[in-house]
T-cell receptor, first 112, second 115 residues
Framework: DAKTTQPNSMESNEEEPVHLPCNHS???????IHWYRQLPSQGPEYVIH???SNVNNRMASLAIAEDRKSSTLILHRATLRDAAVYYC?????????????FGTGTRLTIIP | DAGITQSPRYKITETGRQVTLMCHQT?????MFWYRQDLGHGLRLIYY???????DKGEVPDGYVVSRSKTENFPLTLESATRSQTSVYFC??????????????FGEGSWLTVV
């Protein structure tokens, strides 16, 4: 599976937008970009996913570069509850094995 | 209740003992996964399964055994527990139909301490 690269940690002030970057230079044409987050002492939870176009949902927005080699998760107005580890992963379509790797993600700290 | 459940949630065992962590999902998802999470290593894939009776190794399979006789269950067994297997274990499941778009659902985790 193609790998992703994320910064280890980021900080943001409460009520400000947060941009979490992810590099995936070896992405293939059929790979979807998924974001998950893990709150303290909980299992990871789904945030958003996309293929080529930018995506919005109630939790966040996903901006995908035109060449698809990078993407950015955008939290429009961070709250203290958004403090978590955020994982960017690539998920292949229905071909090949499903050896899903998550890596270490980005630990987001929200400053009150 | 529908969802993915893990048991036990907390377990202390002794070195050399066999331990089985259970995972049950109610969606009939084809894919199931086991991850371990340790400080500084993030989530690491132990084993995964694409369907009943189909399993494959992940990044860190040594010391673990899995089985998948029924779609809804994916138990993880530590045949002879070691202290290095002290960790938090997460089970996950996902649909196989158009899996690129499918959400991965995680359990709440099983905290295992080997003394």
């Amino acid at each position: 599976d193609a790998k992703t690269t994320q910064p280890n940690s980021m900080e943001s002030n409460e009520e400000e937008p947060v941009h979490l970057p992810c590099n995936h230079s070896t992405i293939s044409g059929t790979d979807y970009i998924h974001w998950y987050r893990q709150l303290p002492s909980q299992g990871p939870e789904y945030v958003i996913h996309g293929l080529t176009s930018n995506v919005n949902n109630r939790m966040a927005s996903l901006a995908i570069a035109e060449d698809r080699k990078s993407s950015t998760l955008i939290l429009h107005r961070a709250t203290l509850r958004d403090a978590a580890v955020y994982y960017c992963i690539l998920r292949a379509s229905n071909f090949g094995n499903e050896k899903l790797t998550f890596g270490t993600g980005t630990r987001l700290t929200i400053i009150p | 209740d529908a969802g993915i459940t893990q048991s036990p949630r907390y377990k202390i065992t002794e070195t050399g003992r066999q331990v089985t962590l259970m995972c049950h999902q109610t969606w009939s998802h084809s894919y199931m996964f086991w991850y371990r999470q340790d400080l500084g290593h993030g989530l690491r894939l132990i084993y995964y399964s694409a369907a009943a009776d189909i399993t494959d190794k992940g990044e860190v399979p040594d010391g673990y055994v899995v089985s998948r006789s029924k779609t809804e269950n994916f138990p993880l067994t530590l045949e002879s527990a070691t202290r290095s297997q002290t960790s938090v274990y997460f089970c996950a499941s996902s649909e196989s139909l158009d899996r690129g778009r499918s959400t991965i659902y995680f359990g709440e985790g099983s905290w295992l301490t080997v003394v």
